[in-house]
Structure formats: structure tokens, C-alpha cells
Nanobody, 123 residues
Framework: QVQLVESGGGLVQAGDSLRLSCAASGRTFSSDTLGWFRQAPGKEREFVAAITWSDSSTGYADSNQGRFTISRDNARNTVYLQMNSLKPEDTAVYYC????????????????WGQGTQVTVSS
């Protein structure tokens, strides 16, 4: 009942920036948290960042805190991921996901997922 559509991915060079967007629609009130995960080739899908609708609580993976910033626009039901100082190891498909829990980091706790947007960082 929640639809999520990611956008903003692309091909960039190391050190560049990208801003990803996740547009949510449907019964968005059923999920308090919007999170970002990523999956690199041959790797498991891993938590990146998350934010709550209710109080703007945020959480980040230790590996990207300080480079990535998650934010929201409640009026547009949209969550953003600003990624700065990108590294080749950031290359992955980035997924937006919705959860009824507060900033979970386990993907099983996210009930809804978008299709993903590709981010490729060249060296």
C-alpha cells in the first residue's frame, strides 16, 4: 500500500556529489521511517541512512556519516539523500524503503521497497 520511487542516480567521478530522491505515495502514514539501503555487485544489501516522519530522527551507517545527509519534505512525501565526496566503493544500486519501526537497520523490518536507482562512482 506504499509506493516508493527513487531517482537521482547516475555516473559520477570520485569526489563528486549526488542527491537521491525517494517519492512516497499511497498509505504513507502506515510507515514512520523512510530509509536508504544500497547493494553493490556481489555484496549484501546494506543500511545507509534513515529518517522518521514523526520527529525527523535520523540514523546513518558509520561508514558514510559525515559524507551523507538524509532529509525530508513532508509536504511532498519525499526523502532525499545528499551524497558528497563520493568514493568508488559507494557504487551500488540505492533503494528506498519504508518501515513502521523507528530507524531500523535490518532490511527485514522494512515492508516496502522501491525499484532502486544506480549510482556509479568512477576513480
Amino acid at each position: 500500500q506504499v509506493q516508493l520511487v527513487e531517482s537521482g542516480g547516475g555516473l559520477v567521478q570520485a569526489g563528486d556529489s549526488l542527491r537521491l530522491s525517494c517519492a512516497a505515495s499511497g498509505r504513507t502514514f502506515s510507515s514512520d521511517t523512510l530509509g536508504w539501503f544500497r547493494q553493490a555487485p556481489g555484496k549484501e544489501r546494506e543500511f545507509v541512512a534513515a529518517i522518521t516522519w514523526s520527529d525527523s530522527s535520523t540514523g546513518y551507517a558509520d561508514s558514510n556519516q559525515g559524507r551523507f545527509t538524509i532529509s525530508r519534505d513532508n509536504a511532498r512525501n519525499t526523502v532525499y539523500l545528499q551524497m558528497n565526496s563520493l568514493k568508488p566503493e559507494d557504487t551500488a544500486v540505492y533503494y528506498c524503503a519504508a518501515s513502521q519501526f523507528k530507524i531500523p537497520r535490518m532490511r527485514i523490518l522494512y515492508a516496502y521497497w522501491g525499484q532502486g536507482t544506480q549510482v556509479t562512482v568512477s576513480s
